[in-house]
């Protein structure tokens, strides 16, 4: 789904060249350490390889992934203060628990939304979709 096959094909052929090189120097006087080290220095190269040529990928991941929870957990701070402040205006228990779900439900809701997370904007679409397929809207 990268189009990486040709990158893949290429690190594999000069990992088993690189396996074989390694091989021939280590087994000789390390035997089945030698083996085994061999493996590990070229699963190593491997690594490294796949680690340089997917670095972009990699960056954009992590950073989309951290800037989604930011914003979850910033909504998560905010959402939980209104509803400890809400649920301190009543007395009735079973009142304050129906009263700050409902407060913290869109509370919650509208900072995902406000500070536009893409997850929750999906799940929205969603929705939406679901909602215009049925012929609701």
Known sequence: SLKMDKAYLFCMIGASITDIIFNLIFIPS????GASLATLLTELLIFITYFIILRKIIIQIFHNIYKETIIFFASS???GLSVFFISMLFNNRIIKLIISTICGIICYSLL??????KFFLQILNLIKNKIIKKGLL
């Open 112 to 117: 995902l939304y406000i500070l536009r997370s």
């Open 30 to 33: 390390l035997g089945a350490y």
């Open 77 to 79: 701070i905010i959402m």
